[in-house]
């Protein structure tokens, strides 16, 4: 099976940059995704990494490392409303016909001013 | 706007009473998914239609069970809640052919609240 280890919560001030570290164990690999999640609301999706390197989109990127088994997203520019809790996912590699996700233990990011 | 659609937002139920949940999506997606969400975890994937094909996980109880009438409609049916079962349930879509093959496109969640 699959197994993602996150960090449980992360704390940061206004403005600055923080990284979120996702280590993962898995006998097959089809890609590392992001998704955010506000109290109260739906998980959104934040980014997909399959191959090596970073991705960046505005003041979030992510990163993975394949070798390593490891990944991270970068906030940048923090702002209050980042708060929230983030979690990796990487895709069930018994099933490659669609998206079925397993996810993350999942990390609080609290942002303060 | 394509969306996913959840009714009721909130939804209280006694204990053993059956109670069921609904989402709707405009997104024209092929794969549909029911996830349990507790309160500080991941969310747990409990079963999802690829069309009209039905997969169940295996940890899933048997007191949960779900339907779909449609390519746009999916319900959730709890047969007799318990206690343990008070949670947010999330409905999620995805379809091949997305330029991120991870994404999936979640509801806004129904939480139950077993009395």
């Keep these: 099976g699959q197994s993602l280890e996150q960090p449980s919560e992360v704390t940061a001030v206004e403005g600055a940059i923080v990284q979120i570290n996702c280590t993962y164990q898995t006998s097959g690999f089809y890609g590392l995704s992001w998704y ?17 390197g970073l991705e960046e989109t505005g003041r979030f990127s992510s990163f993975l490392s394949r070798s390593d088994s490891y990944g991270y997203l970068l906030l940048q520019e ?35 001013p | ?35 349990q969400q507790k309160s500080s975890q991941a969310p ?7 069309d ?3 997969n169940n996980e295996a940890d899933t109880p048997d007191n949960f069970q779900s339907r779909r009438p449609n390519t746009s409609f999916c319900f959730l049916d709890i047969r007799s809640p318990g206690l343990g079962d008070a949670a947010m349930y999330l409905c999620a879509t995805s379809t091949m052919g997305l330029a991120a093959p991870n994404e999936q496109f979640f509801g806004p969640g129904t939480r139950l609240t077993v009395l």
Aim: net charge positive; hydrophobic share 35%.
């Design chain 2, 44 to 50: 747990k994937l409990l079963f999802h239609y690829y």
């Design chain 1, 36 to 52: 955010q999640q506000h109290d109260g609301g739906a998980p959104t999706f934040l980014s997909y990494n399959a191959l090596d």
């Design chain 1, 78 to 112: 923090l702002q209050m409303k980042d708060s929230a809790s983030y979690f990796c996912a990487v895709r069930d590699e018994k099933n490659t016909g669609f998206q079925k996700l397993v996810f993350g233990t999942g990390t609080r990011l609290l942002v303060s």
């Design chain 2, 52 to 54: 009209k094909d039905f």
């Design chain 2, 1 to 35: 706007d394509a969306m996913v659609i959840q009714n009721p937002r909130y939804q209280v139920t006694q204990f053993g009473k059956p109670v069921t949940l609904s989402c709707s999506q405009t997104l024209n997606h092929n794969v549909m998914y029911w996830y």
